[in-house]
């Protein structure tokens, strides 16, 4: 199993481009979700999913949208992007479940806005 | 809402020590409590997850514990080597997860 996937593992963007973080697992976890991860913050949740055909927003969902048409992948779309996006991003996958499993993690993508 | 907190933000220790990390949450309604560790520029990595209904987990050289009704668990790392040395995330796991901001572990040989 490959785990989590993500690319690109870079990008540089200019203020109001748009772009997509593309990011896949193969364990077939019905939960994903996507994390930006700032200096002396922690780890902020950005949107989510519980399966295939839905998301739902997370923390700090502004300025970012998700689809989630398969249960192995789930983008994550910028519209446009601005200097405070610049984070660094990650993807995570679990089982869904009351009693809640392990979630693991995907290498990241770090992302700067110009 | 559930706020995480670590103490200290960063620790620099002699190889050989043991050391304790600290995690602190504020409600305790949670499912599960997860240790992970980071390198620099690098992913998450599971250390440890303790489930709610548990006191504690082990895995070699590491140990964490729960106190769900004091909202605290710690992370035990025996016999620290240079290698251990990462930033060391908690996570709690109610409605979502929530995570803490880290504490950043030196090991000098």
């Known amino acids: 199993n490959a785990g989590v996937t993500q690319t690109p593992k870079f990008q540089v963007l200019k203020t109001g481009q748009s772009m997509t973080l593309q990011c896949a697992q193969d364990?077939?976890?019905?939960?994903m979700s996507w994390y930006r991860q700032d200096p002396g913050m922690g780890l902020r949740l950005i949107h989510y999913?519980?399966?295939?055909?839905?998301?739902d927003q997370g923390e700090v969902p502004n300025g970012y949208n998700v689809s989630r048409s398969t249960t192995e992948d789930f983008p994550l779309r910028l519209l446009s992007a601005a200097p405070s996006q610049t984070s660094v991003y990650f993807c995570?996958?679990?089982?869904?479940?009351?009693?809640?499993?392990?979630?693991?993690f995907g290498p990241g993508t770090r992302l700067t806005v110009t | 809402k559930q706020e995480v907190t670590q103490i200290p933000a960063a620790l620099s220790v002699p190889e050989g020590e043991n050391l304790v990390l600290n995690c602190s949450f504020t409600?305790?309604?949670?499912?599960?409590l997860q240790w992970f560790r980071q390198d620099p520029g690098k992913g998450l990595t599971s250390l440890l997850l303790?489930?709610?209904?548990?006191r504690e987990q082990t895995s070699g050289r590491l140990n964490a514990s729960l106190d769900k009704s004091s909202g605290r668990s710690t992370l035990y790392i025996a016999a620290s080597q240079p290698g251990d040395s990462a930033t060391y995330l908690c996570?709690?796991?109610?409605?979502?997860?929530?995570f803490g901001a880290g504490t950043r572990l030196t090991v000098k040989p």
């Open positions: 995570a996958s679990r089982q869904q479940g009351i009693s809640s499993y392990e979630q693991y």
């Open positions: 364990m077939n976890h019905e939960y």
């Open positions: 999913s519980v399966g295939a055909g839905i998301t």
């Open positions: 409600d305790s309604a949670i499912y599960n």
């Open positions: 303790i489930q709610s209904s548990q």
């Open positions: 996570a709690v796991h109610d409605n979502d997860m929530r």
